[in-house]
């Protein structure tokens, strides 16, 4: 059974994880709308979701992990009302929404990869799964629970009783466009689009034939569409932003129960908060396009940033500043210099260390069991870092631990003190090191005078020995 504790959106409360399928976990995010760059805070759900991932995997479970690509079909409005992002974006550059798409998509992807988030198994795209998302909304006409107004085909909520218990809605007191705004023909203010028409008159680059006119599917029928094919009509994990709960989350609920007759149709639902920048959340459509080139043009590589959001519990909003990333560089930084000073080091720590090596572990591997608690499983990395532990215990920790920090550990340098690599003169500086833990100074002694009479400097640093050949 997995040791594993995560927090529950729907039931509000943490529960153990049990896989659905013995041995295997399967996880849907949701993904970006790559109309414009990813900002950091774009960013934040997928380290959140690749800390879930890493957990998984440390659990001994296989991993099956889909994040789609909204790439149609997303407007400017959850009312189901305005340009869709993809169109105007596209009519705004001058290139078609599939330029578009495929440029920004790729953006970020590789920013995802600098971040060192683990690959999903499945990457889909909206506009390679429309057959799917007919197929659904098919279903749910067959079912009764749709109706048809001049812009489109909508979901009546009413027919779905548990509709508010997601995100715990105030039905009854919602007047008309409180939540969603308002639609001409719309039933119910919450009611939302399974399919949309184009305006009369309105050409656009993306548009479908379908059973009810040519047009092109709503935003959240795409998540519930994908899911369904790549994970099953029941499955573990969903995860997404807090902003999703109250309406992309809470109709997808809907549609999907009410076209596949489960409940409920996922386990368990994650969320992570925003990422705060002076006060408000990072948002595109306030101007806010703080991109992760930004903080590397300022001096901050990519793994700095998942250092810094590692400080703090996904589910709890995060400051933003570049006074904080500096303070997360230069942590960072010493944590590498730790890291690349003990990886030097060859052999087994020694039995009388044992039992503190197993007791920080089991702290560290506590904490990330704990609801993916990253600021205790980062107090228990630094009791190793600046601890009494000899180098060949830290090198066999913080490997463990990279497992699921992914802060690159195992191969990263701090930047402009790259360790120029030599096995003969690594081992004779691994041989210096310990003897001196073995208080068998004469010996370092001579090591160090032998390195210096051919033009090798070794520098003591809190952070471990380094060496570098005389200028």
Request: glycine share 8%.
């Amino acid at each position: 059974m997995s040791a594993l504790v995560l927090f529950d959106t729907r039931t509000r409360r943490k529960q153990r994880f049990e896989p659905i399928e013995p041995g295997h976990a399967r996880v849907y995010s949701c993904g970006p709308t790559v109309y414009a760059p990813q900002h950091i805070g774009n960013l934040r759900p997928y380290l959140f979701a690749d800390l879930l991932k890493r957990a998984l995997l440390a659990e001994g479970l296989r991993v099956t992990h889909v994040i789609n690509i909204t790439d149609v079909g997303h407007l400017t409005s959850d009312a189901d009302a305005g340009e869709d992002k993809m169109e105007r974006a596209a009519a705004q550059a001058g290139k078609t929404a599939a330029e578009i798409a495929a440029f920004y998509t790729e953006q970020w992807l590789r920013d995802r990869r600098r971040l060192g988030c683990l690959e999903a198994e499945v990457y889909c795209k909206a506009t390679d799964h429309i057959a799917e998302q007919i197929e659904m909304a098919q279903r749910l006409e067959e079912r009764g629970y749709t109706y048809r107004i001049e812009d489109g085909l909508y979901f009546d909520t009413s027919k779905f009783p548990r509709y508010a218990e997601f995100a715990r809605l105030d039905l009854a007191g919602q007047e008309a466009g409180a939540r969603i705004g308002d639609v001409a023909g719309k039933r119910h203010p919450q009611d939302f689009a399974l399919w949309k028409f184009a305006p009369p008159g309105v050409e656009r680059q993306q548009e479908w034939d379908s059973p009810w006119g040519r047009g092109f599917p709503g935003w959240h029928l795409e998540c519930s569409a994908m899911s369904v094919k790549y994970l099953g009509a029941h499955f573990d994990i969903h995860t997404g932003g807090v902003d999703h709960i109250a309406v992309h989350h809470t109709n997808e609920i809907a549609q999907s129960e009410c076209a596949l007759g489960v409940h409920p149709w996922v386990e368990v639902w994650m969320h992570n908060e925003f990422l705060d920048l002076g006060g408000e959340k990072l948002s595109k459509s306030k101007g806010h396009t703080l991109v992760l080139d930004d903080l590397v043009a300022r001096g901050f590589e990519p793994l700095v940033y998942r250092y810094f959001f590692l400080q703090a519990h996904y589910r709890q909003q995060q400051a933003f500043s570049f006074d904080e990333m500096a303070s997360a560089a230069k942590g960072y930084r010493r944590l590498l210099g730790v890291a690349v000073a003990a990886r030097g080091v060859g052999g087994e720590p020694d039995a009388g260390e044992r039992d503190a090596i197993e007791k920080v572990r089991g702290e560290f591997w506590d904490a990330v069991r704990d609801d993916l608690n990253a600021p205790r499983a980062m107090e228990a990395l630094w009791r190793v870092a600046r601890g009494d532990f000899s180098d060949a215990a830290k090198r066999e920790l913080l490997l463990d631990f990279e497992r699921w920090l992914g802060l690159g550990l195992a191969t990263e340098t701090p930047p402009g003190d790259a360790q120029e690599s030599d096995p003969r003169i690594d081992a004779l500086v691994a041989e210096r090191r310990a003897a001196r833990a073995a208080r068998d100074f004469a010996r370092a002694d001579a090591i160090r005078d032998a390195l210096k009479a051919e033009g090798i400097e070794i520098e003591d640093t809190k952070e471990g020995t380094k060496w570098r050949r005389a200028r």
